[in-house]
């Protein structure tokens, strides 16, 4: 039989198949259909018009309202409203009213809804986070999303696969962040169009699972259909704290097909900034230091895990937030803001000068909580940052991991954690 | 199903904040968004686009989040198809599922300019720069995409599967 990747081993058998080759198009089962605010609106009204009487399984649609949430006006409120009323009527299990909302890619791997070897689709690009727990996941539109409530199924081309081996050790305040960031700024916003990325090697194995999350989250930023990593004993334990049973193990064979595989040497990498206006455009951080911010945003899809606050908390404790930055931590999830008070980080922050959410996309996307006016410019932990993405079409963002983030709120220029 | 009309060109990497911001997805309204598409990229190009105009484009066409309201928006806008070098693949499929017809020609992308009078015959995908005289041929689709498109879209799609 043919050599595969884990990507091709869960296409494969979700679409009942012994093996599947790139550009061979499949029709798969899937384990899980996410939509949020945005894009579940019009997903249900396409649903409407396929006219069936009931969704395909009640327990596998998840409906999390987290961009513009707490409803941020009323258009937003009418929105999250429809897949409140679309919930109801379907007999929709997972629809999540703030309170124990939370950003929907960090909501769902905390709460167990992903285990290893699923098939997942949301209508939501970074849906590609789940790719961390060895399941093979992708971003699709409304109207995918539509067809899959329907009918529990969705047509892939089998995606082309590349493989990024990061080997050596780590350098002091690099992150997971880092390497993705990396990866993105050498093969380009384009560099995996179609295609699947498997991150392996020393490096990854030694991340944690929260790290390989943030990595695999930015795999769309290359053009990715999904990133995935393979099973590891650290994704054995998490899967069993959430609840999410282990699920199917996949392993890449020896000879599996790559379209490329990079290598690349972890100490040859310093924390990295995107500058303006792609996630492509890399530097190391020591050459953007004399960018002057008036915001630092820290939380996300890419970032608002616990570990992500924690590293925020060491670096802000008992310094202060420069007078002319607003620093805002979006924590992901309602547990996340809990662990926090418990363990004394709401009050680093707050001491520090910095403003804590409630769980909302918020400023990421330009949506509310941190817009940014004409000519302003932000550090951010998030994942995006194209022109107007945080606000006025003249604002700038520049991404970069969580300690830069910190560092720079209290310097009020980019920074690493080294100039403090 | 023969379409003409006018080139507006665009670059590389558009994505789809560009083609539609966040700060109007409050609204799913075909109409509505047709007023602010491609706004971030050029303010006044949703005033200035006629019914049966084109977009073309350098590479990975509509990269960036899943917003199924950017291939809408292009649409209600009057677009009659989006000429590119490539195209994002969320976007590819969200233009295919909704019916906005995509070519992707590298060649047509490279040497229309803005301003020329282009018609497009989109059953055989060729693409004739009426302007300049030019022709070219746009990559075809497999089969089955072919079969969506045909039925005007996935959930028609469904629709005629379900018969
Ligand atoms: S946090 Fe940002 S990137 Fe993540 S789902 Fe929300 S808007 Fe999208």
Redesign the interface.
């Known amino acids: 039989m043919r050599q595969q990747t884990i990507s091709e081993k869960i296409l494969a058998k979700h679409a009942s198949l012994k093996s599947v080759e790139p550009g061979q198009l499949i029709n798969c089962k899937v384990d899980l259909v996410l939509g949020n605010d945005i894009t579940a609106p019009p997903a249900i009204q396409e649903f409407a018009k396929i006219g069936v009487s009931k969704v395909f399984n009640k327990k596998k649609i998840y409906l999390v309202p987290d961009h513009f949430s707490p409803a941020k006006d009323i258009k937003s409120a009418e929105q999250i409203k429809m897949m409140r009323e679309f919930a109801r009527k379907y007999g929709i299990v997972n629809f999540f009213e703030i309170g124990c909302m939370g950003i929907e890619h960090v909501l769902l791997p905390e709460m167990g809804a992903i285990k290893a070897g699923d098939l997942v689709i949301g209508a939501d690009s970074h849906t590609c986070t789940y790719g961390a727990l060895g399941a093979f996941s992708t971003g699709v539109g409304s109207t995918d999303m539509a067809a899959a409530m329907a009918t529990g199924e969705v047509w892939f081309k089998v995606p082309e696969q590349l493989k990024f081996v990061f080997t050596g050790k780590l350098n002091k305040w690099v992150e997971a962040k880092d390497l993705i960031l990396y990866t993105i700024g050498q093969i380009g916003v384009d560099g995996a169009r179609y295609m699947s990325m498997e991150f392996t090697g020393p490096v990854i194995r030694q991340l944690s699972v929260e790290g390989r999350l943030t990595m695999a989250n930015m795999a769309i930023e290359a053009g990715g259909k999904n990133g995935i990593f393979e099973v590891d004993d650290k994704t054995a334990a998490y899967l069993k704290k959430t609840g999410a049973g282990k699920g199917l193990v996949y392993k890449s064979d020896p000879e599996a097909e790559y379209k490329q595989i990079f290598k690349w040497e972890a100490s040859a990498i310093e924390p990295q900034v995107s500058l303006p206006h792609l996630p492509s455009n890399t530097k190391p951080v020591g050459k953007c230091k004399s960018i002057k911010i008036h915001q630092s945003v820290i939380g996300s899809c890419t970032n608002g895990r616990i570990e992500d606050m924690r590293l925020a908390a060491k670096i802000l404790k008992g310094k202060r937030i420069h007078r002319d930055v607003r620093c805002i931590i979006l924590p992901g999830t309602q547990n996340i803001s809990l662990q926090m008070i418990k363990e004394g980080l709401m009050k680093t922050f707050i001491e520090a000068g910095a403003v804590v959410s409630t769980p909302t996309c918020g400023p990421c996307l330009g949506g509310h909580m941190g817009i940014l006016a004409e000519g302003e410019r932000s550090i951010s932990t998030t994942n995006r940052n194209f022109v107007g993405r945080m606000g006025h079409p003249k604002s700038e963002v520049y991404l970069s991991n969580v300690a830069v983030a910190a560092a720079s709120a209290i310097t009020g220029r980019i920074s690493s954690p080294e100039d403090l | 199903m023969k379409s003409s009309g006018q080139a507006w060109k665009f670059g590389n990497?558009i994505?789809t904040?560009?083609i539609i911001?966040?700060?109007y997805?409050?609204?799913?309204n075909p109409q509505e968004l047709a007023k602010h598409a491609m706004?971030?990229?050029d303010?006044t190009w949703a005033s200035k686009v006629q019914k049966g105009d084109f977009i073309v484009a350098g590479?990975?066409f509509g990269?960036?989040?899943?917003?199924?309201?950017a291939p809408?928006a292009i649409k209600a806008a009057g677009v009659s198809a989006v000429i590119a070098k490539?195209f994002?693949?969320?976007f590819y499929?969200?233009a295919i599922?909704?019916g906005l017809p995509i070519l992707e020609s590298p060649d047509a992308a490279e040497a229309i300019k803005e301003g020329d009078e282009i018609k497009v015959n989109l059953v055989t995908g060729e693409i004739d720069n009426l302007t300049s005289g030019m022709s070219y041929s746009a990559q075809p689709f497999?089969g089955?995409?072919q079969q969506i498109i045909d039925a005007g879209?996935?959930?028609e799609y469904?629709?005629t599967k379900?018969k």
Request: proline content about 5%; overall charge neutral; charged content about 30%.
């Open positions: 990497n994505d904040d560009l911001p966040a700060r997805l409050n609204s799913h706004e971030d990229a303010a590479d990975n990269c960036g989040s899943s917003r199924e309201h809408i490539s994002a693949r969320i499929r969200n599922n909704i497999p089955f995409m879209g996935l959930i469904i629709k379900k």
